[in-house]
């Protein structure tokens, strides 16, 4: 069942070449995105179903062995997030199936869409930390041209900063890599997982820790490093950035769970202070940021580098019930937020601006719009019985096991101006007097089928929250075993 | 020859953050090409400049004799010279995009008053 792995890069990057070869017509590009992100998601479950039955997965492309060749491979972890991008690939499709001019859908736009969930998946599956950079590229490329995409003077102006910063990014990841081969000989990250304990220069390999902190940070848009993305998130097409939001900074976060749980663990005393504290700052400020903001988007963005921090919480903590309860927040979070940015793009339609203080009464005007908005946004403020409550309560509990107790105050400090930020929303938006008459609809049920698709799923995992539970344990006790993938991507030499 | 090709680094790295700092958007662009060869050099020399043999078995399969250098920095440099030349391509088109729409090669003229802001008035 090894040649599963292959599928999630496979399908994307097929079907986005054979996207640019149909003819510029909206439909036929649109059914093959549809097609291909369904299949996505559908090998997708089967792969975690796999790996979920039968154990770390791998494949050797080429047939070359593991230190040398390019070796993909799965575990729980990564296996879960390849399935979020799945399902996340076929609500963007459909969701700009909705709002995106047709122009739009008819060049370029699923074909670089598609090019972006490969290199996510890349990013998730590969087991080399070069490939896990050339990933990196792939999925920057496409996510440039997506937000440059018909684009006017400001929305220049955001991708001008982005690319910049991304591209700096790369410098210094490149940089990381140099060191850490230098050190260890490896950029296999099995391989170098057995290498870094004994090396002779550990000062060089925590130097290239603190490098790969700062990219991964970079991407992740943690607290030093946030500041790109509120200012070029809130521009693009709103399909555009719920997918930069849901998957883009996740590899970055991905990236440092994978390398902070079976790379750097000689020292956490320093490493994972680090992050803690990165993690901490990213939580308030993020929120702080978030109260200020009275740009729906804009609000949004700055809750992603909040959200981002209670993510890295877990990581930083170390434990197993922290790890499992970051990765079940995780997907929590995920569908919480992206819901969140999929109302925008119909509030937007419905009042015509993304200025909360020219909003007003769509609670009266448009009911179902208010309470798609309600669900994901209690879910995100931590309101039970919805899903983040739940995840909330799991992070919460597990910084509390491990005595840091000022980390779960913060936490649920961050957690109330969080309710408070999506209460004033509710206020401007919903519920107050409207400055002028709203108009117009909330447009096809392409719009809101996904919200609501999304918000169901929220109350699901609030009510059915076993499941995923188990997931994100097993999970995360693979992560603190590491010698089950060190063991599955090495081979027998072990 | 490890000298020189420090000296060298160091000076792509200066020329790099120096252009990066400046205000006009070519030489941003220009900046970044530098910081990208200065990165592959250090990749370069952080793993050893050796006049080692080349790995590569002669057809008639005798082993190798002697130190051999090792291929994969130069593979890792390879993979990055060739990224790093299609994101140029990017960032120049993205570049010239710009300059045609703010007329001037001036990141201050960029700073716009975000009319994203701004709705149609009703």
């Known amino acids: ?494 | 020859m490890e000298t020189g090709l420090i000296l060298v680094t160091g000076v792509l790295y200066a020329a790099a953050i120096y252009s990066l700092l400046r205000r006009s958007l070519v030489r941003l662009a220009l900046g970044l090409v530098l910081l990208g060869h200065a990165t592959n050099l250090t990749l370069f020399v952080a793993n050893g400049v050796s006049r080692a043999l080349p790995p590569l078995l002669p057809e008639d399969g005798t082993p190798l004799a002697g130190p051999l250098s090792d291929p994969l920095p130069q593979a890792f440099i390879l993979t990055a010279i060739v990224i790093n030349f299609g994101m140029l391509a990017l960032l120049l088109g993205v570049v010239h995009r710009t300059e045609r729409e703010v007329g001037r090669d001036d990141i201050e003229a960029l700073r716009t008053e975000d009319p994203s802001h701004e709705s149609p008035e009703t």
């Open chain 1, 1 to 494: 069942m090894n040649t599963l792995l292959i599928l999630p890069l496979l399908i994307p990057a097929l079907a986005a070449a054979l996207g640019l070869l149909l003819p510029r017509r909206v439909w036929p590009r649109r059914a093959l995105a549809l097609v291909a992100t369904s299949a996505l998601t559908a090998g997708a479950a089967w792969l975690l179903w796999e790996v979920w039955h039968g154990g770390v997965l791998v494949l050797r492309v080429g047939g070359w062995e593991a230190p040398v060749g390019i070796t993909l491979a799965a575990d729980l972890l990564g296996a879960l997030m390849v399935l979020l991008t799945g399902v996340m690939g076929v609500a963007g499709v459909v969701y700009g199936a909705g709002t995106l001019e047709p122009r739009l859908e008819a060049g370029a736009f699923h074909p670089l869409l598609l090019v972006m969930l490969t290199g996510v998946c890349g990013g998730f599956l590969t087991a080399d930390l070069f490939n896990l950079f050339v990933w990196f590229e792939v999925m920057l490329v496409a996510s440039f041209v997506l937000l440059t995409l018909e684009a006017g003077r400001a929305r220049l102006e955001a991708c001008l900063k982005y690319m910049m910063l991304s591209l700096l990014g790369s410098a210094l990841f490149l940089t990381a890599l140099a060191l850490l081969y230098a050190v260890g000989g490896s950029l296999n990250m099995a391989d170098l997982a057995r290498r870094l304990p004994g090396t002779s220069q550990p000062a060089l390999a925590t130097a290239a820790a603190m490098l790969l902190i700062v990219v991964f940070g970079l991407k992740a848009a943690t607290f030093p490093f946030f500041f790109w993305l509120p200012a070029s998130y809130h521009t693009p097409p709103v399909v555009v950035t719920t997918l930069f939001s849901a998957l883009l900074t996740k590899v970055g976060v991905y990236a440092l769970f994978r390398t902070f749980t079976l790379l750097f663990t000689g020292d956490p005393g320093l490493t994972h202070r680090v992050l803690l504290w990165m993690a901490l700052l990213s939580m308030v400020t993020g929120v702080l940021g978030a109260v200020a903001q009275y740009d729906f988007r804009r609000l949004l963005s700055f809750h992603i580098i909040s959200q981002i921090g209670y993510l890295l919480v877990g990581l930083a903590l170390f434990s197993r019930v922290a790890l499992a309860a970051s990765i079940a927040y995780w997907v929590h979070y995920v569908f919480a937020k992206s819901a969140l940015f999929f109302v925008t793009g119909a509030t937007e339609r419905v009042t015509g601006t993304q200025d909360l203080a020219r909003m007003g009464g769509l609670a009266r005007s448009h009911p179902v719009l208010a309470g798609l908005f309600l669900v994901p946004a209690l879910s995100l403020a931590g309101v039970p019985p919805l899903s983040g409550f739940f995840a909330k309560m799991a992070l919460l509990r597990a910084a509390l096991r491990e005595e840091a107790w000022w980390v779960a105050g913060v936490g649920a400090a961050v957690g109330l101006l969080t309710l408070f930020s999506m209460m004033k929303v509710w206020r401007e938006a919903f519920w107050k007097q409207p400055p002028h008459e709203a108009r117009g609809s909330t447009g096809p049920a392409a719009l809101l089928g996904p919200c609501v698709v999304l918000a169901l799923l929220m109350v699901a995992l609030g009510l059915g929250a076993r499941p995923l539970y188990l997931l994100a344990d097993a999970a995360a006790a693979q992560l603190l075993e590491p010698s089950a993938y060190i063991h599955a991507v090495l081979g027998g030499d072990t």
